[in-house]
């Protein structure tokens, strides 16, 4: 008995492994480093991701800050250790400090002289309740008078503003001209609704004054490590 061949019976006649595409694998964009100094000479660098790359180097030169593609080991090995930026609607970035070693780390790999911002000219704020205070000792509220606990006892990261208090870890807005925020600690409470402050990890910088309303939440998992 003679079985024909047809198109519906034929088996297929390429092998087994070509039947299969191949997956193609995307290699993403490297990532964006923004560093720089700040006018007190102050470290600062995030990463931004590599699809960002306009909108990350627009916003390092309107902070006068400095931007590399992360496109190297050693960079890429760098950008494992920095924080996440974000853009603000103004066009500038987030940009926190970072520890001096890690910044001299930086520069090394992107080839870069060390150079500090040129000292911007400050005007005197309007409203002086709003305004920040680098540089202003604790005054009269020293630790220990009035100085309310974190709510949630051993928190570092309160879970609103109401709860901000002596220990707790939270997002300070910059000096004056300057829209970022960055973690820093309650010191003391100067008045109801003002703190005195340290920026995070720069305790040989002075301390500051910032009201609550230039306070900002903390994510509970950014405040592991800091001291």
């Known amino acids: 008995m003679r079985t024909d061949i047809t198109l519906a019976n034929a088996a297929p006649t390429l092998p087994p492994g070509l039947l299969t595409l191949p997956s193609i694998g995307l290699t993403p964009p490297p990532a ?72 001299e780390r930086l520069l ?52 609103s503003l109401s709860e901000v208090g002596l220990g707790s870890f939270v997002l300070a807005q910059g000096d004056e001209g300057d829209e970022g925020y960055y973690a820093a600690k309650v010191l003391a409470t100067k008045t109801p609704d003002s703190f005195v402050l340290q920026w995070a990890g720069y305790s040989d910088l002075p301390e500051f004054v910032r009201p609550r309303g230039a306070l900002g939440l903390l994510p509970p998992e950014a405040a592991v490590g800091l001291a």
């Open 108 to 159: 090394a790999a992107t080839g870069t002289a060390d150079k500090p911002m040129p000292m911007k000219a400050h005007t005197k704020p309007a409203d002086g309740g709003g305004a920040p205070g680098a540089g202003q000792g604790r005054g009269g509220g020293g630790a220990g008078a009035g100085d309310p606990p974190a709510t949630r006892a051993g928190a570092k990261a309160p879970a």
């Open 32 to 103: 964006i480093i923004l560093y720089g100094r700040d006018e007190k000479g102050r470290p600062h660098s995030s990463k931004f991701a590599g699809d960002m790359t306009d909108e990350a180097e627009a916003a390092a030169r309107l902070m006068g800050f400095r931007f590399a593609a992360a496109d190297t080991d050693a960079l890429r090995d760098l950008a494992t250790c920095l924080p996440a930026g974000r853009l603000f609607s103004s066009g500038k970035g987030f940009v926190p400090f970072v520890k001096t070693s890690l910044y």
